[in-house]
């Protein structure tokens, strides 16, 4: 069979690609790590590599793909299936639809942790809460044991919630995480132990899993020796995508599954992993090699094709001061007399002046607004950008903000579809009950109570009497319940019910109805994607998609706009033209984040990671001072500021510096002699001049 498909990529590549693979026969080999820098074509490689593997002989169903999204493992499999194609033809379809184990971590737990419960004592029937639930939950528990009355101030749902997190990924005691990343909680280390299991516990009655419990769960089911190896055993090759943001739970698990390696594929680059906030550690991917030693083999792509040579050569030197790394020096055959700049602007106003300026003037040169990005360590730095594009009428997109489950009416209309497919689902309850004229939290408590108590929780809903203040619409809930737990309407059908029931809420609750009704109408559209409510529900808990509630500063009806985004929003992206804002020491780094040396290597490649989204022009703004709001009123509100330490002398060379605004000395004026009687240029000039 000819591989004239693998004539398309370089030898780093195709190296990559072809590794433990011959022609027609397709058995796991040594593991693999492949380094691959910004820009490099990782995606298209590890699609190539799972194409190839089909290719030659390796069975679909036994190949275990696991990317960061769901939008990922949707275009991977896009991309092997035209690969493929050009070999295989028609017959190619048959193979790559087989290819039905491509998703994220907690997408790929959920659906083993179903097909195993079982034999792990778990309900197959569970729910999974999102993180605004499980704080809701954690909130509940924390007020039953008396947290919520403390003489000073117990940490809030959201923390506990972060801190609970970010022990089980880092798989760390709570003594460790307060210690490194929420020293302020420190005193309430024994509270948060009981508040945690307390979590637990109400979870497990609930039957709901949250995120975390995904991880744990798949991580301690394959912890036993005899389920490691049937679960392991299912998959040849188990293929890992972006493998720099996995954290030490998944890492684990991986280590489970192919103990020894064999058919192992990690993709990823220690340059570009910024995630530690949640949990991730560079040392998974920094540590492979060390893990599998020595039969691992490492190839490294190292040929970028998105920026220009100039500036790979100052993104290379920026990284290459790193304490630790993989050696890889990023090179490209586009040639570019242009070096980037380092601007230095007197405050963050002229700052959002020069941004403006130059966004224009690239767009007069025919670089659309859509080409072009802001970037910026923290979302708040873009503010008085934002103000000035609203002055000059520019229309951007902002990236951060809320995703479209989490408007509230959407989330009710889910705690409604949660409820029925687990009714002992307190929070989902709670929340639908709430909804109700005349049911308060007692009432509410009381219902869930009576419901939890009983074999068959519905039929105990539908024949209690309704709470004494409850209107009208208790006997209308009750029967939407009914039938949607009973499956009459059928699925998904059944979400069109669940609307009709909840549009009059709607309208009670919100003023803007209208307006949010139509995202309901979205959400039956997108429902009617799924084969059934379970899959729906795992789907948009696990990684909900966006809707313009994700962007701040909507475009109205402009068709291009410019782009606005934090740096760790703007991974994966690239633009022709990226300007960074505030490149100095307090900003990148954060003055938040220089606690310890690793905290000050994780800001170095964030600003790597803002410097290799740029194809042609690259802008670091400096400015020299801050105004700040809460200095005394006497005296100067200002703080001064310097480059970025990550940017020293010695790297100065690779840029070119500037200074905005460029002072021009005013050019002389003739003024008119005694005898000119009408000045008419300055009539002239004053025609134009806006009152």
């Known amino acids: 069979m000819s591989a004239a498909y693998l004539d398309k990529l370089n030898p780093e590549q195709r190296r990559a690609v072809e590794h433990g693979v011959a022609p027609g026969r397709c058995v796991p080999g040594a593991p693999l790590l492949v380094i691959a820098g910004a820009g490099s074509g990782k995606t298209n490689t590890l699609a190539h590599r799972v194409a190839h593997l089909i290719v030659n002989g390796a069975d679909p169903r036994r190949i275990l793909l ?12 896009r991309r092997v299936a035209r690969i493929a194609g050009e070999i295989m033809g028609h017959n190619a379809s048959i193979m790559t639809e087989a290819l039905t184990w491509a998703g994220t971590f907690h997408g790929i737990g959920a659906r083993l942790l179903r097909e195993h419960a079982a034999q792990i004592g778990l309900d197959p029937a569970f729910t999974i809460h999102d993180r605004d639930d499980s704080a809701d939950l954690m909130n509940l528990v924390r007020h039953e044991l008396g947290l919520s009355k403390t003489e000073s101030r117990f940490p ?66 394959v912890a036993d020796a005899s389920l490691a190896a049937e679960i392991g055993g299912r998959f040849d090759h188990v293929l890992v995508d972006e493998y720099q943001d996995t954290n030490r739970l998944q890492a684990s698990i991986l280590l489970a599954l192919k103990p020894d390696g064999r058919g192992l594929t990690v993709v990823g680059d220690d340059a570009q992993s910024i995630y530690s906030f949640r949990a991730a550690t560079v040392r998974n991917i920094l540590d492979f090699p060390g893990h599998f030693s ?42 570019a007399s242009e070096r980037p700049q380092i601007v230095a602007v007197r405050d963050e106003a002229d700052q959002a002046r020069y941004v403006v300026e130059r966004v224009l003037e690239a767009r007069e040169c025919g670089t659309a607004l859509k080409q072009q990005a802001v970037l910026f360590r923290t979302s708040h730095h873009s503010g008085p950008l934002e103000v000035e594009l609203v002055r000059r009428n520019i229309p951007f997109v902002k990236f951060g903000g809320l995703k479209f489950l989490d408007a509230s009416h959407v989330k009710d209309m889910l705690a409604l579809l949660r409820f029925v497919e687990n009714p002992r689902d307190r929070v989902a309850g709670f929340r639908l009950l709430l909804l109700m004229p005349g049911v308060g939290p007692t009432s509410a408590r009381r219902v869930l109570d009576h419901m939890a108590q009983a074999a068959d929780p519905i039929g105990a809903l539908t024949a209690m009497p309704a709470p004494p203040r409850a209107s009208d619409a208790w006997a209308a809930f009750v029967a939407t319940i009914d039938q949607l737990h009973a499956g009459r309407a059928g699925w998904p059908a059944e979400l069109e019910c669940a609307r009709l029931w909840y549009e009059p809420h ?29 899959r729906f529900l795992t789907e948009m808990t696990l990684d909900p998609p966006d809707a313009t509630s994700d962007q701040a500063g909507v475009p109205l009806r402009d068709e291009d706009y410019l782009i606005l985004s934090t ?31 690793a905290e000050i290597e994780e800001e170095r490649r964030l600003l790597y990671v803002a410097m290799t989204r740029a194809k042609d022009d690259l802008h670091l703004v400096t400015p020299q001072q801050f105004f700040v709001h809460n200095q005394p009123a006497r005296g100067d509100r200002h703080v001064y500021a310097s480059r970025t330490r990550f940017i020293p002398n010695t790297l ?23 005898s000119v009687r009408v000045d008419i240029a300055a009539r002239m000039r004053e025609m134009w001049r806006q009152v």
């Open 567 to 597: 740096i760790h929003s703007a991974k994966g992206q690239e633009w022709k033209a990226v300007f960074v804002l505030n490149t100095v020491d307090g900003c990148i780094p954060s003055d938040l984040a220089t606690g310890t040396p």
């Open 66 to 77: 696991m990317t960061f999204s769901r939008r990922a493992a949707t275009e991977m499999a």
């Open 156 to 221: 809030t749902k959201g923390t506990c919630l972060a801190i609970y997190s970010r022990s089980v990924n880092a798989e760390l005691p709570i003594e460790v995480v307060l210690g490194a990343a929420f020293p302020w909680c420190s005193a309430w280390a024994v509270q948060l132990q009981a508040l945690f299991a307390g979590y637990v516990e109400a979870k497990q009655r609930q039957n709901v899993l949250d995120y975390d419990d995904l991880l744990l769960y798949w991580a301690q089911t």
């Open 294 to 335: 020595p039969a691992a083999e490492i190839v490294t792509l190292d040929r970028n094709y998105r920026s220009t040579q100039p500036i790979l050569a100052a993104a290379n030197g920026v990284i290459g001061l790193a304490a630790e790394r993989f050696t890889k020096h990023l090179w490209t055959d586009r040639v």
């Open 506 to 534: 709607l309208d009670r609750i919100h003023e803007d109805g209208g307006t949010r009704r139509a995202d309901l109408v979205q959400l039956e559209q997108i429902a009617s994607g799924y084969r059934s409510r379970e």
């Open 652 to 674: 100065l060379p690779l840029f070119e510096r500037t200074t905005w605004p460029i002072v021009v000395p005013e050019a002389a004026t003739v003024r008119p002699s005694q």
